[in-house]
């Protein structure tokens, strides 16, 4: 066990839990405006179980696919501690590329979500399904919230495919190896 591990390891846990605070309520936030006919917030001061449900299995599934962001994340910052370079423009360069990985993937998959929730109240037509969770039909809303996380579980990998291949790795032989 090296201190480096250790000093790497800290770093991927205090990302990790900043990239969560920013994820959750980033992702609420947004869903808000993006939805403001269906008005969310009235819909839980309700006490509306079915919109809780839905709103819970949106973040989940948010969640599933911004973890793979992390990996990218990681590795930059690591690329910029072993580096030789350590000037403010290389921190910067490599703070953007942290935010943009986490956004790209927090964007794709409140994209993906909200497609896929069109899409599948499109292909099921006797159900429609937004007026269901409006009534706080739970029986709906549980089926919906997993169609969501297992949208969100099939589309992680691809995200994650997407963003490794994003990390701007240096040439080979440029990173001191002592």
């Known amino acids: 066990m090296s201190g480096q591990q250790i000093l790497f390891g800290l770093l991927e846990f205090l990302v990790s839990i900043f990239v969560s605070f920013i994820l959750i309520f980033g992702s609420y936030r947004l869903?808000?405006?993006?939805?403001?006919?269906?008005?969310?917030?009235?819909?839980?001061?309700?006490?509306?179980?079915?919109?809780?449900?839905?709103?819970?299995?949106?973040?989940?599934?948010?969640?599933?696919?911004?973890?793979?962001?992390i990996y990218p994340v990681m590795a930059v910052i690591q690329i910029f501690i072993l580096g030789q370079e350590k000037s403010a423009l290389s921190f910067i360069k490599m703070l953007g590329f942290s935010v943009g990985y986490v956004l790209l993937a927090g964007i794709l998959a409140l994209i993906?979500?909200?497609?896929?929730?069109?899409?599948?109240?499109?292909?099921?037509?006797?159900i429609n399904h937004f007026e269901e969770i409006k009534?706080?039909?739970?029986?709906?809303?549980?089926?919906?919230?997993?169609?969501?996380?297992?949208?969100?579980?099939?589309?992680?990998?691809?995200v994650s495919g997407l963003t490794k291949a994003l990390i701007p790795f240096p040439e080979v032989g440029s990173i001191p190896l002592e």
Do not use: H, Y
């Open 135 to 158: 009534k706080n039909n739970i029986a709906v809303a549980l089926f919906m919230a997993l169609v969501i996380v297992a949208i969100c579980l099939l589309i992680s990998s691809g």
């Open 31 to 69: 869903f808000l405006i993006l939805t403001p006919r269906f008005d969310e917030e009235r819909q839980l001061r309700m006490k509306n179980t079915s919109v809780g449900i839905i709103l819970g299995s949106i973040l989940f599934g948010e969640a599933l696919v911004v973890k793979q962001a």
């Open 112 to 126: 993906c979500i909200l497609f896929s929730f069109w899409l599948f109240n499109k292909l099921t037509p006797r």
